[in-house]
C-alpha cells in the first residue's frame, strides 16, 4: 500500500469514527506503529487532522474529507453516473456545476462527449462554443479552460481549500446575471422529506442559486448519501427534475422519490 493509498484509508477511517489509535489504525493496515505515527505527523503537519497522544482528531469540529481525498470513493460509480449525465446535455446549451468529485467527473465527460463540437466559423467570429459551463469549482474551471470547444464561466468569490469552491457574496453576484438550461448538483445528502442537502451552508447557497438560475436540476450522488442528512438545506424535491445514481438504489427509495415528481436514472 502506497502513501497516498494509507493517507486516503486513514482519513476515511478518521472521518467514519471520529477518532484514530494508532495500534488499531496500524493492525487495519497491516504497517508498523511506527509507519502509521509518521503518516498522521505528517497529515497534522497540513492540517488534515489533530495529533493526540496515541493516535489523532479531527481538525475543527465539523470533519469533512478534502476532496482530493474523496476522489477515489466510489469512483466506478461517479463514472457511470457522469457518463449518463452528459447524455442529458444537449450542444449549444449552459450549464452550471457546483464542485465535488460527481460533478468532476461530470466536467470531464462533458469534454469528452462534445469534444468535436462548436458552430462553425466564419471570417467574422469565431467558432461558436459547443457548450457554456458556468461553476464555482475551481478544479472544473482548471480542466475546462483549456477545452477550446467549451466557454468557461467562473464565479467569483473565497475558495474553500476542501472542496476547491467560491462562496460568498461575490460568487452570488456573478451567478444572479447568468441564466442557465440545467445545472448538475453534487450533494451530500438526499432526504425525501427535506430534499437535498450540503455540509456547509455557504456551499448551500450557491448550490441553490444555481438552482433558481436553471431551467432543469439534474443531481448526481451515489447511492450512500440516499437518505442521508447534511447540515445545510438547498432546496426540496419540488425544484429537482432528474436524479442520477447508481444501481444500488433501494427500490422504496425510488418510489418515494418518484412520488415527489423526481425521475430516478439508476445506471
Not at 118 to 141: D, F, K, Q, W
Not at 251 to 256: K, L, M, Y
Request: glycine share 10%; net charge negative.
Amino acid at each position: 500500500m502506497s502513501k497516498h493509498e494509507r493517507w486516503n484509508t486513514l482519513l476515511e477511517l478518521l472521518a467514519a469514527t471520529g477518532r484514530l489509535e494508532v495500534e488499531e489504525a496500524a493492525a487495519t493496515l497491516g504497517v508498523s506503529p511506527a509507519t502509521i505515527r509518521r503518516d498522521l505527523d505528517e497529515l497534522a503537519e497540513q492540517r488534515l487532522l489533530l495529533r493526540t497522544r496515541g493516535g489523532a482528531v479531527p481538525q475543527g469540529v465539523s470533519y469533512e474529507l478534502p476532496l482530493r481525498y474523496k476522489s477515489s470513493r466510489h469512483a466506478s460509480e461517479k463514472q457511470r453516473i457522469a457518463a449518463a449525465v452528459a447524455e442529458l446535455v444537449h450542444e449549444g446549451e449552459v450549464v452550471g456545476l457546483n464542485g465535488g468529485t460527481t460533478t468532476t467527473e461530470v466536467a470531464r465527460s462533458l469534454a469528452l462527449r462534445f469534444a468535436g463540437g462548436g458552430g462553425p466559423e466564419s471570417p467574422a467570429s469565431p467558432r461558436s462554443p459547443a457548450l457554456t459551463v458556468v461553476t464555482n469549482a475551481l478544479n472544473i474551471a482548471g480542466e475546462l479552460a483549456v477545452r477550446p470547444q467549451i466557454k468557461i464561466v467562473v464565479s467569483g468569490g473565497v475558495a474553500r481549500p476542501q472542496t476547491y469552491e467560491l462562496v460568498g457574496p461575490l460568487a452570488a453576484g456573478v451567478l444572479n446575471e447568468v441564466v442557465l438550461d440545467v445545472v448538475v448538483l453534487g450533494v451530500d445528502g438526499i432526504d425525501p422529506e427535506l430534499g437535498i442537502m450540503a455540509h456547509h451552508e455557504d456551499e448551500a447557497g450557491i448550490s441553490r442559486l444555481l438552482a433558481e438560475r436553471a431551467s432543469r436540476v439534474v443531481v448526481v450522488t451515489d447511492s450512500s448519501k440516499l437518505g442521508r442528512r447534511a447540515f445545510a438545506r438547498i432546496c426540496g424535491l419540488d425544484r429537482v427534475d432528474v436524479l442520477v445514481t447508481d444501481a444500488a438504489i433501494p427500490a422504496e427509495t425510488v418510489r418515494r422519490l418518484t412520488d415527489a415528481g423526481v425521475e430516478v436514472l439508476p445506471v
